[in-house]
């Protein structure tokens, strides 16, 4: 089978590398690190992974994967096992607060280093690695604005407990206050496999019950998949847009479909996302501190964009906009980048 996936990574990998005669820390020698994910289908945590193994590989860093596959009890027995087979580092990708918490502040307690991307461990000594889920989402309301004015109706797709949606959810909730015009006339949504059908047979209930909806919210790629799934089928493609956040190579191609209600994303690089968690438990591996919150900053990408520049997958968005191709946090001297 085709690694159809590896394109999506390979944003991540145009600039030119550091030199490889830095010298690694002692510290990082022979080092074990486990991830251990929530959710895994879709392209965003593909490309997501693809990152990880890439960094990993760069530093000689041994890793496995724990694959919970959405289900939170498995993602929490997941993490005991890899705090019973001692690695050295994990890293936590998404998941619940709840479900997490205890047994992260357990691997602190045994020496190990963990990191968390995209869940909240509520622990002050895991460095929260996060894309900036506010402006993520205020880009995607602004261009929502600037396409469709100051008063339309809305169908929000949302499922509260994620800590990214929940930070995106509250930039919304802001942009309803300041502007009253916007109003919210149905919420839905849901995580169960496969993701965009789910949401897709939703949408398509909501919109028969909805007809003044005329722009779709959907903070999460794979919900603006469904969103886009069920609009189409309806015929309404022409007159109800998605905004979204979040971006792959598969994104990319259905926004340029002729005649795609998906009109604007705002996203981060996700294989850089992977990249740069990694980087930050490498330094915690290496007696180094990456700071309580690493920041990773967005960029708003229009269907009219990609069109322009003729843009296909997310190593020619890459190319195109350079700032989308790395990003210069969590990275130390020594640091080594996987080959550009």
């Known amino acids: 089978m085709m690694n159809w996936w590896k394109p999506l990574a390979a944003a991540a990998l145009l600039l030119p590398a550091l030199t490889q005669a830095a010298e690694l820390p002692a510290g990082l020698e022979n080092k074990r690190i486990a991830l251990v994910r929530f959710i895994s289908q879709g392209d965003f945590f593909q490309a997501y992974l693809a990152g990880v193994e890439a960094q990993a590989e760069a530093l000689g860093l041994e890793l496995q994967v724990f694959d919970a596959r959405q289900d939170a009890a498995r993602q929490r027995d997941m993490l005991d096992q890899a ?23 357990e691997a602190v307690d045994a020496g190990i280093k963990v990191v968390a991307f995209d869940v909240d461990a509520e622990n002050e000594a895991i460095p929260q690695i996060q894309q900036s889920d506010a402006e993520l989402a205020r880009l995607a309301l602004e261009q929502a604005v600037a396409d469709q004015g100051e008063q339309f109706d809305v169908g929000y797709v949302y ?19 300041t502007y009253p015009g916007i109003r919210e006339v149905a919420r839905f949504g849901t995580v169960n ?83 740069v968690s990694v980087r930050a438990l490498a330094m915690l591996l290496a007696g180094e501190n990456p700071g309580r919150q690493v920041l990773v900053p967005p960029t708003l990408i229009t269907q ?37």
């Open 83 to 105: 705090i019973l087979q001692g690695f050295d580092g994990i890293l936590l990708q998404h998941g619940f607060t709840d479900s997490i918490k205890d047994k992260a502040a």
């Open 193 to 275: 496999n496969p993701i965009a059908n789910s949401v897709a047979d939703q949408a398509a209930a909501v919109l028969r019950a909805n007809p003044t909806i005329s722009v779709i919210l959907a903070p999460f790629d794979e919900f603006a998949k469904g969103a886009k799934i069920a609009l189409e089928e309806a015929g309404l493609a022409q007159d109800v847009k998605i905004y979204s956040a979040d971006i792959s190579t598969a994104d990319i191609q259905a926004m340029r479909e002729p005649g795609s209600p998906w009109v604007a994303t705002a996203g981060t690089n996700p294989a850089v996302m992977g990249e």
């Open 304 to 340: 009219q964009l990609l069109n322009e520049q003729d843009i296909q997958n997310m190593e020619q968005l890459g190319q195109k906009l350079p700032a989308f191709a790395h990003a210069e946090v969590a990275n130390p001297e020594w640091m080594r980048l996987p080959k550009r």
């Open 159 to 177: 499922v509260s407990g994620f800590p990214p949606l929940e930070r995106r959810d509250a930039v919304f909730s802001e942009y309803k206050q």
